[in-house]
């Protein structure tokens, strides 16, 4: 009898720990406090922080360990405002890999310069997703729901819209927070707008972009070139087209960051027709960087 209730345990604990959705490396930089007396505070911090994402279940559905989604979040403290609170920014990166392939496509790499939270070593953290409880848990549910929204848009055509509703009811609860960054009076480019834009019909071919970019392209590419380019070919067409109606939105921002030396290296091994269109239109589409996407032109393949 006791090595049946054993084994349920041991079953039980496993089923979870392969239950959960991420694997999220956490960094915490404190350099620019002064002293040493808090590096033990800093250092709990981060350990809270990894078990708070790692440990909480997100979805409910089931991941395997290889079925994790790879991420990173960093934390740059900039400022001790008082002996629990603090200041500075969180960034956040992210991954998917490329079917057939040992090969990780950059999916988010966004750096959020509002970023001011409480903690106390003491305090467990906790997370609800009916009310705002503090500011330090509900960014990093945010990020998290992106993050996962992101990974399933590029899956299934708009697989992510559960998740990325959840940060949006994020940002409803926190408007009455006192932190910044939660507003769309504040700025053009920060929480609020992420979701408004992810969620927005206006922007609705940026979310097309993830998945024909990545499960009809990217996935193709190393058994279908020319197919999976003309698919990459459509995605970057899409976003173009949004940028042509809507310029400069962060969405079309977030995509062109982690993308833009993505493209150069996929269609600098194009056909000469490929490699023009495909250079125009991210020229139009990111003109600030247009020098860039002469790269794409260089060394055609011969048809």
């Not at 979870?16 to 007396?37: K, M, V």
């Not at 490329?98 to 970023?115: G, H």
Request: some cysteine; aromatic content about 14%; charged content about 25%.
């Amino acid at each position: 009898m006791k090595k049946i209730i054993l084994f349920l345990i041991i079953l039980f604990f496993g089923f979870n720990i392969l239950a959960q959705e991420l694997d999220c490396r956490i960094q915490i930089n404190y350099s620019s406090i002064q002293g040493t007396s808090n590096e033990k505070l800093f250092q709990a911090m981060q350990q809270s922080l990894y078990e708070f994402i790692n440990n909480t279940k997100w979805t409910n559905n089931v991941y395997s360990k290889d079925e994790k989604i790879e991420c990173n979040i960093s934390i740059i403290v900039s400022e001790q405002i008082s002996s629990d609170e603090f200041k500075g920014s969180i960034q956040i990166t992210t991954s998917r890999p490329v079917y057939a392939t040992s090969y990780l496509s950059p999916m988010l790499n966004y750096r959020d310069q509002e970023f001011q939270f409480k903690y106390n070593e003491f305090e467990p953290l906790e997370f609800n997703q009916n009310t705002f409880t503090d500011n330090l848990t509900s960014v990093l549910a945010y990020y998290i729901y992106i993050i996962i929204g992101f990974d399933y848009d590029s899956f299934a055509h708009f697989g992510g819209t559960p998740y990325f509703q959840k940060a949006e009811k994020i940002v409803q609860n926190a408007q009455s927070a006192q932190e910044a960054g939660w507003k769309s009076y504040e700025s053009t480019k920060n929480r609020y707008w992420i979701t408004e834009n992810l969620l927005g019909e206006q922007y609705s071919q940026l979310r097309e972009f993830n998945y024909t970019y990545h499960r009809l392209g990217m996935d193709k590419l190393a058994d279908k070139p020319t197919e999976a380019r003309a698919a990459i070919e459509q995605a970057v067409e899409n976003l173009r087209n949004v940028q042509r109606r809507r310029a400069n939105s962060i969405l079309t921002t977030l995509i062109l960051t982690v993308k833009s030396d993505e493209i150069v290296n996929i269609f600098s091994d194009a056909f000469s027709d490929e490699k023009a269109r495909v250079a125009n239109m991210m020229k139009e589409t990111d003109p600030a960087n247009s020098s860039k996407y002469d790269g794409i032109l260089r060394e055609s393949k011969t048809e």
